[in-house]
């Protein structure tokens, strides 16, 4: 169920998405995309870790009144911070339609940082169902409102008051649903253990959101709203691949690792997990490299069908973007593999690392252009990849020789695929297929075509034997 949910999560927000580039000129939807770049900022502060406080000490052993209420300060502290944000927007620049944007923004920080705690809760109490049902209803909800008020011409507001409806409603639901209302107390020694777990958890997201967001940010400030918006566009395309391609990932390596490892037992089979984990990555690579190599080949015409001609700048960034994705596939497994392996605390340097890598490429190749961001960040992959190697190799006892060797043969199907996906756009060319028909086509003769080159591999010299063996296991 939980799985569900996430799917209809990402579907919705992809279907806003859509809906919002088509509306919205590419300034107006880069000015969203800033500027809500901003308040998940905040939002990432407001939250502050407290419903993984209540997963990690309890639900029934930890003091719920005090956590909901230091929740409670902080989304008010948050909105606080947006009320004077407004009020500069008014006082200083005369601008009125921000303000009010803000105020919208303002008003979703409260019920946002309360419903970390009824999350905590419901997890922690083991009410996935419910819990998966509410995220459901919310975001039907947000849908509702947020293309709705696009389709009466509300713009960015209704695209904001969406995502406050979707958060009110996940509030309303999980009070209902646990039949709990906080009182509001709160003593200082309480607030300093909370805060104490907290600052790990925001330090941990800020990395994250610095890493997801800083393009966007930075882009905006130094080339302007309509580059910004193209650069979000293409970022949410390879993001909504990305999701689908690294939750399951992430999910089969907690399963078929942990197998492997035997948790029985006192001490993790490193042998055989590492051993597992090799197989595990041939099978991911050769899985998702064609998805977004695929998605690179096939990403101007794919940006014409679903967004419309005016955002054709957003393909090449698509393109880039995503074959950027690919040297980054490696790192949806590391956590469940050093997690099992015993070896999880080498972890955080190494996305530290990484999260600085990528951000100071950014500042720094930003004023060349959108693109140039892009190439950087493809640089920035590489050096992510190579760290993945070899934190996986010396931690986990994966043997990226052997993971290499057969990607090797699959490359050749890569380029099999590549070939019959460029031969039919030229075609479709000169034939005048419509947009989607061709788009249509390539994905489907690519990934046939794919498919039978690695099969013919496989039995020509069976060295790809790891692939097709595992699905049997």
Request: a positive charge; one cysteine or more; glycine letters at 10%.
């Amino acid at each position: 169920m939980a799985l569900s949910a996430k799917i209809i999560s990402q579907a919705v927000q992809l279907v806003i998405f859509i809906v919002a580039a088509r509306v919205l000129e590419a300034a107006e939807f880069g000015f969203f995309a800033f500027s809500s770049s901003l308040a998940i900022f905040v939002l990432v502060m407001a939250e502050g870790g407290w419903g993984e406080f209540a997963m990690k000490a309890g639900a029934d052993k930890v003091d719920l009144d005090q956590l909901a209420t230091l929740s409670i300060l902080s989304g008010a502290m948050a909105t606080l911070l947006g009320l004077l944000a407004a009020l500069a927007a008014v006082s200083w620049f005369a601008d009125g339609w921000s303000a009010v944007l803000i105020l919208l923004f303002s008003a979703w920080y409260l019920p946002a940082s309360l419903s970390t705690v009824y999350d905590g809760i419901l997890i922690s109490r083991g009410q996935l169902r419910g819990q998966s049902l509410i995220r459901i209803a919310g975001e039907a909800v947000g849908l509702i409102v947020a293309v709705g008020g696009l389709w009466i011409g509300h713009g960015i507001a209704a695209l904001i008051s969406g995502r406050l409806a979707q958060q009110i409603t996940f509030l309303g639901a999980s009070i209902a649903l646990v039949r709990w209302l906080p009182s509001l107390r709160l003593c200082s020694d309480f607030a300093l253990e909370v805060l104490e777990f907290s600052r790990h958890i925001v330090a941990n997201r800020l990395v994250l959101f610095f890493r997801s967001y800083a393009g966007t940010l930075v882009v905006g400030s130094v080339l302007g709203l309509a580059e910004a918006g193209y650069y979000r566009a293409a970022e949410r395309i390879v993001a909504s691949f990305s999701e689908l391609m690294g939750e399951p990932a992430r999910m089969l390596a907690w399963i078929v690792f942990g197998r492997a490892g035997d948790k029985a037992k006192s001490e993790p089979d490193r042998a055989a997990i590492g051993s597992t984990a090799t197989t595990f990555m041939t099978v991911l690579m050769a899985v998702s490299a064609p998805v977004y190599l695929g998605l690179a080949l096939v990403s101007a015409g794919l940006i014409d069908v679903i967004l419309g001609e005016k955002w054709a700048p957003a393909a090449i960034l698509v393109a880039i973007l995503a074959a950027k994705q690919t040297l980054l596939i490696p790192g949806y497994v590391t956590e469940p593999l050093l997690s099992l392996s015993g070896t999880i605390h080498k972890m955080p340097r190494a996305i530290l690392l990484n999260g600085a890598i990528s951000v100071g490429l950014i500042v720094l190749l930003t004023p060349f252009g959108a693109i140039a961001t892009a190439l950087g960040q493809c640089l920035a992959a590489v050096i992510s990849f190579n760290i993945s190697m070899r934190l996986q190799s010396q931690q986990g006892g994966l043997a990226w020789s052997r993971v290499l060797g057969n990607c090797g043969l699959v490359a050749i199907a890569v380029v099999a695929m590549a070939v019959t996906v460029l031969l039919l756009g030229r075609i479709a060319e000169v034939s005048a297929l419509r947009q989607i028909s061709t788009v249509t086509l390539q994905v489907v003769s690519g990934a046939c075509i794919y498919v039978a080159t690695l099969a013919l591999l496989q039995r020509w010299g069976g060295a790809l034997k790891p692939i097709f063996a595992f699905g049997r296991h």
